[in-house]
């Protein structure tokens, strides 16, 4: 599974999701507290973080769900 963590915790206006190992094909999904898809982006190239604006989210709980072909992870922030 891939090692993937998001910072900084609470988010204002930008959000970044870094990987412990570079990531070639990966699906990013960013999810409201009840899971309602809000965005989806697909990563082609080979990265080690991927920066978000968050800034036109209304403050809340969110979810990043990362897809790849090691495996799938669901993370959580805070947006203030």
Do not use: C
Not at 3 to 26: E, G, K, N
Not at 37 to 45: D, F, S, V, W
């Amino acid at each position: 599974q891939q090692q993937a963590w998001l910072y900084p915790i609470p988010a204002h206006d930008q959000l970044t999701l870094q990987f412990a190992s570079p990531v070639s094909r990966a699906e990013i999904s960013l999810f409201t507290s009840d899971m309602r898809l809000l965005k989806q982006e697909n990563l082609a190239t080979l990265t080690m973080q991927k920066n978000m604006d968050v800034s036109g989210l209304p403050a809340g709980i969110y979810f990043v769900r990362v897809q790849s072909p090691s495996g799938t992870r669901l993370l959580r922030f805070v947006k203030e």
